[in-house]
């Protein structure tokens, strides 16, 4: 069975609340999301759409969207996730690489889809009506499941690239069965589980971990349309599951979360980042509740994970998860002694079958025995854990996200009066880091960073914006000429400290 929805819903109890909303009424049963998925599937083959044809969706959060999501899995279609926030040329180049046969657009932004290249757009809202949703409701139900190979293609998620340009990470059937199972088993997941879902619904946290393994097993979603501290601390007595990146719980901790609001969860997981040591225990502090951190990819779902049942050690992301073999290298590939940083390479059924279209850049990403290069910078102790100490590259996190500094880098440079800029992440207490450029000027006209800032949020999605543009006389480099950006993320890292 190696169709993601087939496998998924077979033991759904059909008048089980799937998706309930704040306000404590169900949203959909199991049996509305066999039913919604069937309409929606209608209304795609009725599109012309056949299975390996892309999907694109750049909605906001929704039931609705869940249902195209799984209605996706169900006909063997490949979803295409995107950021509400990317804009209008980002956009452009998603159309030209991913070529999708449907654009699934907000009805405020459909024209514009359109203007960009998308031949074939339908709407859904923030409340999960337009286009889309007309035609479901007008189609017939089918009992189609579209018979797929686990190394078929389910998802497209893309990651930001070094050069600028982003990567089609092509997820198949069977990396995302085998991740939920195996994720499952580890935090001891249960049909009368209620997750708590705060987390967008176009990466790899919520899509994936936030929502396959509650629909694996039966359980119930509260769901939150974004995440708001004071509503999540209203619905915590309401849930016995939380996942979070690191920006949540510090914001939790701010608005006063108290050991009575979670007295009845079961499980706290954090990732997306790094969590702070000191989050970690102030959190504990104050809940009673330790943190479940863990770590993972787009590429690769989640590899390994603090247990449930154990030790759960602050900056460690764990051991790694069944199936799921690392190993950490040296610039060579030879193995490194315990407790030694190095490359972080893993190897398992998570692990995705390579970018889309960019068949170089996939063979570059696996070493000859199959092991993916995850660019990370970790270290083990004796136990196994693994904690990441950096990044090969210069990918910043920020609120969960990834930033590649080369694409922002590219468009400031091509701004009147600079000469070349250096983008780094930097510590910030909500955020984890903070998108930070660093600016030598031309001489020839001034640079005005407030200017340049609100000229890029008109250009990029808002997260990728840098918090503070600071002009320098110039930027540190090394005898070979290369820019030191370790040097200006220790000059700046208390930048954000209050």
């Not at 919604?36 to 209608?42: D, E, P």
């Not at 169900?74 to 159309?95: C, K, S």
């Not at 030879?334 to 893993?346: F, K, M, R």
């Not at 468009?411 to 030598?440: C, K, M």
Request: charged share 20%; hydrophobic share 40%.
């Amino acid at each position: 069975m190696s169709n993601v929805f087939e496998h998924f819903t077979q033991h759904h109890q059909e008048t089980k609340p799937f998706l309930i909303a704040p306000t404590g009424e169900p949203i959909a049963t199991y049996g509305d999301l066999h039913r919604s998925t069937a309409q929606y599937l209608s209304a795609l083959i009725s599109l012309g759409l056949q299975p390996g044809d892309r999907v694109a969706v750049q909605v906001e959060k929704s039931a609705e969207v869940l249902f195209l999501y799984f209605a996706c899995l169900r006909g063997g279609f490949i979803y295409l996730a995107l950021n509400t926030a990317y804009q209008r040329e980002e956009i452009r180049y998603f159309l030209a690489d991913a070529e999708p046969a449907l654009f699934v657009a907000d009805p405020k932004k459909a024209e514009e889809t359109r203007s960009v290249g998308a031949a074939k757009v339908l709407t859904l809202d923030a409340k999960g009506q337009g286009s889309l949703r007309d035609l479901a409701d007008q189609s017939e139900l089918t009992n189609h499941v579209e018979p797929v190979t686990a190394d078929d293609t389910a998802v497209i998620l893309y990651t930001s690239g070094t050069t600028g340009l982003p990567k089609g990470a092509m997820i198949t059937h069977g990396n995302i069965i085998s991740n939920t199972e195996t994720l499952c088993e580890a935090w001891d997941w249960r049909s009368d589980d209620v997750m708590l879902h705060a987390l967008p619904i176009f990466h790899v946290h919520g899509l994936f971990i936030g929502t396959h393994l509650a629909v694996l097993k039966g359980s119930s979603i509260l769901f939150l349309p974004q995440f708001d501290p004071e509503t999540v601390l209203q619905q915590l007595p309401s849930a016995t599951v939380f996942m979070g990146v690191p920006t949540y719980y510090t914001r939790l901790l701010n608005a006063g979360i108290s050991a009575e609001q979670a007295r009845g969860m079961r499980l706290f997981t954090s990732g997306s980042a790094p969590l702070l040591p000191q989050t970690f225990a102030a959190f504990e502090e104050v809940t009673e509740h330790v943190i479940v951190e863990r770590y993972g990819m787009t590429e690769t779902g989640m590899n390994t994970s603090n247990p449930v049942y154990g030790q759960r050690k602050p900056g460690t992301v764990g051991p790694a998860l069944k199936d799921v073999s690392y190993r950490i290298v040296d610039g060579n590939g030879a193995s490194l002694p315990q407790g030694e940083p190095g490359q972080l390479q893993v190897k398992g059924p998570n692990v995705f079958k390579g970018y889309w279209r960019k068949e170089a850049q996939t063979q570059a990403a696996f070493t000859a025995d199959g092991y993916f290069d995850t660019g990370d910078v970790a270290q083990t102790d004796a136990d196994g854990y693994v904690s990441i100490v950096g990044r090969e590259k210069d990918l910043i996190i920020t609120g969960g996200l990834n930033v590649y500094p080369k694409e922002i880098e590219t468009l400031i440079d091509r701004f009147e009066g600079v000469l070349e800029s250096a983008v780094i992440g930097v510590p910030h207490p909500d955020f984890g880091e903070a998108v930070t450029a660093v600016i030598v000027g031309n001489g020839q006209s001034e640079i005005d960073p407030a200017h340049l800032i609100q000229s890029l949020k008109d250009t990029i999605a808002n997260f990728k914006v840098p918090k503070r543009a600071i002009i320098v006389d110039q930027l540190p480099r090394n005898t070979m000429g290369k820019v030191q950006k370790n040097v200006l993320r220790d000059d700046y890292r208390d930048l954000y400290r209050s």
